[in-house]
C-alpha cells in the first residue's frame, strides 16, 4: 500500500498554495480573455477550441467525400454516358440509372435519362467516383449537411446531382 | 430647514439612488459575467448567444444574458411548496435583498467636493445667473460628500447588516418544509454566527490604525502617506487584517470555499431549494449584491476607497522625492476662479473612477476564487474559524497597538532622517 505522504509546512501554510491555484487559473482566464479580443488574438493564441459551428465551420481536405454532384460538359449537357461503371463498381447498390438514346449527330450517343442516388443506402465510400471513365461523377462538394425534412428528399435525382 | 440644508438632503438622496442603481447594475451584469468567467478559465466560451435586434442582432458577447435571464425568472410559476409558512416564505428574498442593498448606504463612492459657489460672479453662470440675478442663488459653499449617509458607526453599520442577512437565510430555510432548505439554513447560521466575531476583531485593527469607525475618515486617512511615499493603505498597514477579513467576508456571502449552506452536491440549493421565480431571482441577485458589498468594503477599508495614490483634490505630493505640484499655483488655474473648481470636478471623477475599478477587480477576484478553490468540509470551516481566524484576529490587535506605538515614538526622528 502507498503510504501517503506528509505535506510539507509550505503547503500546509495553505494560504501560498491557494495563491499557487489562483494564478493558474487567472492565468487560463487572461489567456482567453485577451485571445477572444479582435486583433490580439494573433499575439495570444487562446486555448478555448470550442468552433462555433453555424458560423464558424472547420477547414475541409479537398479529398473529403461529400455529397455526390455530376459534371457538366461547356455546351451544359450532363457529362454522363450512363455506362453504369458507377453503379456497378457500387459496394450498397444504392445507384440507380436508367440510359436514354441521344439524338442523331450527338457526341456520344448515350445520356442518363434518370440518375439516383439514394442517400439512404450510401456508405459514401468514393468507388463511384473513382470509377468513373467520363470525368463526370464527383464527390467534392464539401456538403456535410444532408439532414432533409421527408424520406423523398434523401433520393437524390438527376436535377439535385447537376445543381 | 434652510435651503442649503434642503439641497445637501436632495443630493443625499441622488447618491441613495446612484449607489442602487449602479449596485443593481454592477451585481446584474455579474450574473452574466461569472458564468463567463468561469467558462474562460475553464476553455470553454460561455453564454454568447442572448441577442437584441436593433439593426442586426447584437450579441457583444453575451451581455443581454441578464435581461434574458431576469425575464425568465419573473414568468416562471412563483411556487410555495404544501406545508411551507407562506409570509415568512414570501418575506426571505425581500429581507436578504432589501439588507444587501442598504449597507451601500456608507459607501464612499468620490472624495469630498468643495464648491466655492460664493466666489461665482452671478452674471457668469448660464441660465440660472440671468433668472436669478444678484445674491439669491450665493446661500454658501457646498461641501457634498458622495454618500447616502456618513454614519460616524459606519463600519458597525455594515457588520449589523451583514449579521441581518442571516435571518433572510434563516427564514427562506426554516419556513420552506424541506429537509435540505432546512440543513441549508442550520449550516448558514451556524456558520455566519462563527464567523461574525472574527469578521468584527479584524476590523479592529483598521479602527485603531485610522482612529476612526467613519467609513469617509477612514478612507480620507488612507491618502496620508508613510515614510513620504508609501499610500497608507489598509492593506499596507493591516496585511494580516485583510486576509482575515477577506476570508470571513468569504464566509458571510456563502461563497466558495464556505458555501456549505448551498452546498450544490451535498444539500441540492441550501436554504433556497423551494424558491421559484422572481423570489429565486432575488435570493439570486442578493447574493451577487453581497459580492459587490465585500468587494466595496474590502477596497474601502483596505484598498484606499476612491483615493488615487499621490492625487488628491489639493495637488500631487511625495515628499521623499520633494515632488509638490498644488493645483492652486498653477498658471492656468489662477486666471479663473471656475477653473479650480472644474480641476476639483474632474479629480472627483477621476476617483469616482478609481473606486469603480477597485471595486470591479474585487468581483474579479472572488469570481476567479470561486472557480479555483474547492469547498470546505463543515468540521474544517469550524475549525478555520474558532482556532485559526479567531487567535489571528486577536493578535492583529496586539501588533497593530505594538505598531502604532512604535510609530508615535520614531516618525519625528524618520522624518528627520529622511529629509522631508
Known amino acids: 500500500m502507498a503510504r501517503k505522504k506528509p505535506h510539507s509546512n509550505w503547503v500546509r501554510l495553505y494560504l501560498p498554495e491557494l495563491f499557487r491555484g489562483l494564478v493558474v487559473t487567472s492565468r487560463h482566464f487572461l489567456v482567453n480573455f485577451f485571445g477572444f479580443i479582435p486583433g490580439l488574438d494573433r499575439v495570444i493564441k487562446k486555448e478555448v477550441q470550442t468552433i462555433q459551428y ?26 454522363c454516358v450512363a455506362c453504369f461503371c458507377c453503379a456497378t463498381v457500387c459496394p450498397s447498390g444504392c445507384i440507380h440509372i436508367e440510359a436514354g438514346e441521344s439524338p442523331e449527330g450527338a457526341e456520344k450517343e448515350k445520356y442518363p435519362e434518370k440518375f439516383e442516388i439514394n442517400l439512404f443506402e450510401c456508405v459514401f465510400c468514393g468507388l463511384c467516383a473513382e470509377a468513373c471513365p467520363c470525368d463526370a461523377l464527383y464527390m467534392d462538394t464539401q456538403e456535410m449537411k444532408l ?17 | 430647514m434652510s435651503l442649503d440644508e434642503l439641497v445637501l438632503t436632495l443630493i443625499q438622496c441622488l447618491w441613495a439612488f446612484l449607489a442602487f442603481a449602479g449596485v443593481a447594475s454592477l451585481a446584474g451584469i455579474l450574473t452574466w459575467a461569472e458564468r463567463k468567467q468561469a467558462s474562460l478559465i475553464q476553455d470553454r466560451i460561455g453564454p454568447n448567444r442572448a441577442n437584441v435586434r436593433i439593426i442586426r442582432n447584437w450579441r457583444l458577447f453575451g451581455i443581454f444574458h441578464p435581461i434574458a435571464d431576469a425575464t425568465k425568472m419573473l414568468f416562471k410559476e412563483d411556487f410555495i411548496p404544501e406545508g411551507a409558512w407562506r409570509w415568512m416564505h414570501t418575506i426571505a428574498p425581500i429581507l436578504s435583498l432589501g439588507l444587501a442593498f442598504v449597507a451601500f448606504a456608507v459607501v464612499p463612492f468620490a472624495g469630498p467636493l468643495t464648491i466655492h459657489w460664493k466666489d ?105 502617506l508613510w515614510l513620504g511615499i508609501i499610500p497608507k493603505w489598509g492593506i499596507i498597514t493591516q496585511p494580516i487584517a485583510f486576509i482575515l477579513f477577506f476570508a470571513c467576508g468569504l464566509m458571510e456571502i456563502k461563497r466558495t470555499p464556505f458555501d456549505i449552506p448551498e452546498g450544490e452536491s451535498e444539500i441540492i440549493a441550501g436554504y433556497f431549494l423551494e424558491y421559484s421565480g422572481a423570489k429565486f431571482l432575488m435570493f439570486m441577485f442578493s447574493e451577487y449584491v453581497e459580492l459587490v458589498l465585500l468587494g466595496a468594503m474590502s477596497a474601502v477599508l483596505f484598498f484606499g476607497g476612491w483615493q488615487i495614490p499621490w492625487v488628491d483634490a489639493e495637488g500631487v505630493r511625495i515628499p521623499l522625492l520633494h515632488l509638490n505640484i498644488v493645483w492652486a499655483n498653477l498658471e492656468w488655474v489662477k486666471q479663473a476662479s471656475w477653473r479650480m473648481d472644474l480641476i476639483n470636478l474632474l479629480i472627483v471623477l477621476a476617483q469616482a473612477g478609481f473606486f469603480a475599478l477597485k471595486v470591479i477587480f474585487f468581483c474579479w477576484l472572488l469570481v476567479t476564487i470561486r472557480w479555483t ?16 481566524i479567531l487567535p489571528l484576529a486577536m493578535a492583529n490587535i496586539v501588533l497593530t497597538v505594538i505598531i502604532i506605538l512604535l510609530e508615535q515614538r520614531f516618525k519625528p526622528a524618520l522624518e528627520r532622517i529622511l529629509g522631508y
Open chain 2, 373 to 388: 478553490w474547492p469547498r470546505f468540509r463543515y468540521d474544517q470551516i469550524m475549525r478555520l474559524g474558532w482556532k485559526r
Open chain 1, 147 to 163: 439532414a432533409q425534412d421527408s424520406p423523398e428528399k434523401f433520393i437524390l435525382t438527376l436535377e439535385d446531382l447537376v445543381k
Open chain 2, 120 to 224: 461665482i460672479p452671478a452674471e457668469s453662470i448660464p441660465l440660472l445667473g440671468r433668472l436669478f440675478p444678484g445674491d439669491v442663488l450665493h446661500f454658501s459653499n457646498f461641501t457634498i460628500t458622495f454618500q447616502a449617509s456618513d454614519l460616524n458607526v459606519g463600519i458597525l453599520f455594515v457588520l449589523a447588516m451583514g449579521g441581518l442577512l442571516v435571518y433572510g437565510v434563516m427564514m427562506g430555510g426554516f419556513s420552506s418544509n424541506n429537509k435540505w432548505s432546512f440543513l441549508g439554513a442550520v449550516r448558514a447560521v451556524n456558520q455566519m454566527f462563527s464567523y461574525e466575531v472574527a469578521l468584527g476583531l479584524s476590523l479592529v485593527g483598521v479602527v485603531m490604525m485610522y482612529g476612526s469607525a467613519s467609513i469617509s475618515t477612514i478612507v480620507e486617512r488612507q491618502g496620508d
Open chain 1, 54 to 79: 453555424p458560423e464558424e465551420r472547420r477547414w475541409i481536405s479537398e479529398r473529403w467525400r461529400g455529397r455526390h454532384r455530376l459534371n457538366r460538359r461547356e455546351d451544359g449537357s450532363v457529362k
